[in-house]
C-alpha cells in the first residue's frame, strides 16, 4: 500500500517536472521565434491576415494564416472526438477520457443553464464549445495563429448564435417571444423604458459575446509577444522568460476559461429564448 502510494506520488511528480519543463521550453521557443532581434517591439503584427502560399493581396477566396489555422481546429476535434473514441473501450485511452470529459461537462452545462428541453441543441453548443477551445488552445503554439484573435471569426460565432437564439425563439412561442422585452414585474409606467432597453440590450449580445472572446485572446497573445521582445536583452533575458512561461500558464487558463463564457452565455441566450417570460 505504502508502494502504490509512494509510486502514485513519484509519477505525480514526474508529471509536474513535465509540464513545467514543457511550458519554460514553449517559453524559450517563443522568446526565439516571437523576438525581431531589436529593442523594437511590434505585439500586433502576430495577428495580421497573410496568405498561405506567398504574396500580398488577400481575396474572398485567398487561402490564408487564418484559413489553415481554421482547418488545424477543424482537424484536431475530428482526431479527438472521432478517432480517439473510435475503440469506445471499457478501459479509455487519454484521448477517449478527454472526449469523455468534454461531452459530460457541457451536457451537464446544457442541461443546468438551458434546461432538459435544451438538450435538442446539444451537438450545436458542443461544437461550438469544442471549436473554440480548441482554435485557442492551438493558438498558443509557436508559429500559430489565433483564429479567435480575429473578430471576423468571432462576429461569425456569435451571429450564428444570436440568429439561432432568435429563430428558436419565435418558432417555439410565436408572438410570446416578445414577452422577453416586456417586464411584467415592473410598475406599469415603468415598462415601455425598460422594454427599449431590454430590445437595445438583446440586439447589443452578438457585439459583446464576439468582442469578448477576441480581445482577451488578442491581449494575452499581445503581453506574450511584448515580453519576448524583451528577451534580445541580456540584462532581462531571464526575467522575461519567466514572465513568459507565467503568461503561458495564464494563456492555458484563459483558452478554456473563454471557452466556457462563451459556451454559458449560448445557453443563458437559449434559455431565454425557450422560456421567455420575466
Request: charged share 10%.
Amino acid at each position: 500500500m505504502a508502494e502504490s502510494k509512494a509510486s502514485t506520488a513519484q509519477k505525480s511528480g514526474n508529471g509536474g517536472k513535465l509540464f513545467l519543463g514543457g511550458a519554460i521550453g514553449l517559453a524559450v521557443l517563443s522568446a526565439l521565434f516571437l523576438n525581431t532581434g531589436t529593442t523594437a517591439i511590434h505585439p500586433m503584427d502576430q495577428f495580421t491576415v497573410k496568405p498561405l502560399f506567398g504574396g500580398d493581396h488577400v481575396g474572398m477566396l485567398t487561402i490564408t494564416n487564418v484559413t489553415f489555422w481554421l482547418a488545424m481546429s477543424v482537424l484536431a476535434i475530428t482526431l479527438l472526438l472521432v478517432v480517439g473514441t473510435r475503440g469506445r473501450a471499457i478501459i479509455p485511452s487519454r484521448a477517449q477520457s478527454i472526449a469523455e470529459l468534454a461531452y459530460g461537462f457541457v451536457y451537464k452545462m446544457v442541461e443546468e443553464v438551458a434546461g432538459k428541453d435544451a438538450v435538442a441543441f446539444f451537438p450545436y453548443i458542443m461544437t461550438l464549445f469544442m471549436f473554440v477551445a480548441s482554435a485557442n488552445m492551438l493558438g498558443l503554439l509557436p508559429f500559430s495563429f489565433t483564429t479567435t484573435s480575429h473578430i471576423a471569426v468571432t462576429a461569425v460565432l456569435a451571429l450564428a448564435v444570436f440568429l439561432t437564439v432568435t429563430f428558436v425563439g419565435f418558432w417555439k412561442n410565436g408572438t410570446k417571444f416578445l414577452g422577453l422585452f416586456w417586464v411584467s414585474s415592473a410598475p406599469l409606467p415603468l415598462r415601455p423604458v425598460l422594454a427599449i432597453i431590454e430590445l437595445i440590450s438583446y440586439f447589443v449580445r452578438p457585439v459583446s459575446h464576439s468582442i469578448r472572446l477576441g480581445g482577451n485572446m488578442m491581449a494575452g497573445h499581445a503581453v506574450i509577444k511584448v515580453f519576448a521582445g524583451f528577451a534580445g536583452l541580456m540584462a532581462v533575458a531571464p526575467f522575461s522568460i519567466l514572465a513568459i512561461t507565467a503568461m503561458y500558464g495564464l494563456e492555458l487558463l484563459v483558452a478554456f476559461v473563454q471557452a466556457y463564457v462563451f459556451t454559458i452565455l449560448t445557453c443563458v441566450y437559449l434559455k431565454d429564448a425557450l422560456h421567455p417570460s420575466h
